[in-house]
């Protein structure tokens, strides 16, 4: 799980969940203590980022999700 503090979206986080994405797939992610609209914005700036696609979020904590380009092991319906 990725955790997302104050500071937002660093370059580290962004490294980190990059990483986390490469060895699981899919991940989860939380960003407690942010107002709705600056989750939305942060989640969807993470996901762009690190050409990830965003499968849900529930309230703080939310779900992305990068096929391994090698090695897939989640096949999401077409």
Do not use: C, F
């Not at 962004?14 to 490469?22: F, G, P, S």
């Not at 762009?48 to 090695?71: K, N, P």
Request: charged share 25%; no cysteine.
């Amino acid at each position: 799980m990725i955790l997302i503090g104050n500071a937002g979206i660093s370059e580290g986080v962004v490294a980190e969940t990059v990483r986390a994405l490469h060895d699981h797939e899919l991940i989860k992610v939380r960003l407690p203590g942010l107002p709705r609209e600056a989750r939305d914005a942060a989640l969807a700036d993470l996901a762009t980022r690190t050409e990830s696609e965003l499968v849900v979020r529930i309230g703080h904590v939310a779900t992305l999700y990068r096929a391994r380009q090698d090695m897939p092991r989640i096949i999401l319906p077409a």
